[in-house]
């Protein structure tokens, strides 16, 4: 079961109300249907499908197709790649949130998909949302609506803009079906890559001109971060005659009178060359990615897709460029040899909780790469190894296979050498021995012979 969250304006009351819920299954063998968290506000909801990311998803959730894809996150602030947002949409600060597929998710899967909740306005509906990726990139989204069916009927893709800023995006789209969901997909990249940020999306009957823009919750100050109305697409335009809808519109997005604080949890402030985990926590250096060391609690510093394959005498390159893979003694060099830098992240210092299981931190020369002086339970660079680990046991597990396979090999093949060895000598003393006659005929004397 899946928990998603629903809400209906309730209009023209006044005073005491009752509420009832009424719910049908669907016949089917082990479905149900529950509630959880009621509350009632004296302002308007949001619409389904809009949302501005500051509390939350507003039911919109990462696609659970495929385990290696790219994740979206809520953020706030600057991105680690240059030309990512600095603020947010809504608010124009660096507190506010929005969503950003970061580009140094290294997934095997190089997309992140963005599904929206089953929505029902039609069958002409707008689509509207800020989006920001790195200008030049080739970085781009792909707006797709599907039916229950998961057919496509609508699909449409958005290039970078011509500048690195929040683009305003808006589609009328036309001749919906009765119900549908819509889906981000956001792409880093290849060539060049670039974080893909979106922000208030907005989703509503009608054509986009009806409507009113998004708007921000607190007073706008003077943005630094002018926006553009006309993106560049990759889509052919709508040729369909608009159709005429008999559809109640659905409450539209009301103005409250009650004053609403928004409270921003406080987030990590990740700086250049470290990585940010995602969890308003914790920022690990470049260094230390996908080095088989879960620095993240949640595990985002080893979510790499496989590709740190390298050698011993090499080091992982998170960038990949110049390669994914480069000498060990071009770190703590003094010079850059990763494009972002990774390969003098972790130089002059122990970062915290750089040695495990009670390994000590060695620093032997200004500027060089921490090593860890390992106790005698734990190995491993930085003593991740535990003996007596699944790893160590894998190890351990391995070799004694191998003993226990070749030793009795070994042993066979002495024990044939041996035999053969015997077979052979006792065969040539045979056929060499001399050769006697033991006839009493002949060994008699003659007058003892018979004739």
Known sequence: MT???????????QGPLAVLFTGTTSGDHDTAVAVDDIQIHEESCLPAGSCQFEEDFCNWRNSANHSGEMQWYRNSGAT???????????????????????????????????????????????????YQMTQ???????????????????????????????????????????????????HPGKLRKSDVAIDDIEVFAGKCSDGPLPTSDV????????????????????????????????????????????????????????????????????????????????GLDEKCGGRNQ????????????????????????GHNDCSDGSDETVCGSCPASFCLNGGHCNVLAAGERPTCTCPDTASGERCELVAGSSAELQIHSSAATA??????????????????????????TLLSAPVFLNNPSYDAASDEARI
Not at 404 to 414: N, Q, T, W
């Open 80 to 130: 680690m790649t240059p030309g990512g947002p600095s603020v947010d949409h809504t608010q124009n600060t660096e507190g506010g949130i929005y969503l950003l597929l970061d580009s140094q998710d290294l997934s095997v899967l190089q997309n992140g998909y963005l599904d929206s909740e089953l929505l029902s306005y039609g069958p002409d509906a707008c689509f509207r949302m800020f």
């Open 403 to 428: 003993w226990a396979i070749a030793v009795p090999v070994v042993l066979l093949c002495v024990g044939v050498v041996i035999i053969g060895f015997h077979y052979h000598r006792r065969r040539r």
């Open 219 to 298: 007073p706008a100050t003077a943005s630094a971060h002018p926006t553009e109305s006309t993106p560049r697409t990759l889509a052919p335009p709508e040729t369909s005659p608009p159709s005429e809808t008999t559809t109640a519109e659905p409450p539209t997005m009301g103005s409250s009178t009650a004053s609403v604080e928004t409270v921003t949890p406080p987030t990590a402030r990740c700086g250049p060359g470290e990585f940010d985990c995602r969890d308003d926590k914790h920022c690990v250096p470049l260094g230390l990615l996908c080095d088989g060391v879960r620095d993240c609690l949640n």
């Open 136 to 186: 030049g990139s080739d970085a781009k989204i792909d707006l797709w609506v599907k039916d229950l069916s998961k057919v496509i009927v609508h699909k449409q893709t958005i290039s970078a803009p011509e500048k690195s800023k929040w683009t305003l995006f808006k589609q009328d789209i036309k001749n919906l079906p009765s119900i549908y969901r819509i889906r981000i997909s956001g």
């Open 310 to 333: 390298c050698e011993k005498t090499l080091a992982f390159c998170p960038s990949g460029s110049p390669d994914w893979c480069i000498n060990r003694n071009f770190l703590c060099d």
């Open 3 to 13: 928990w998603v969250s629903g809400s209906v304006n309730l209009l023209g009351h």
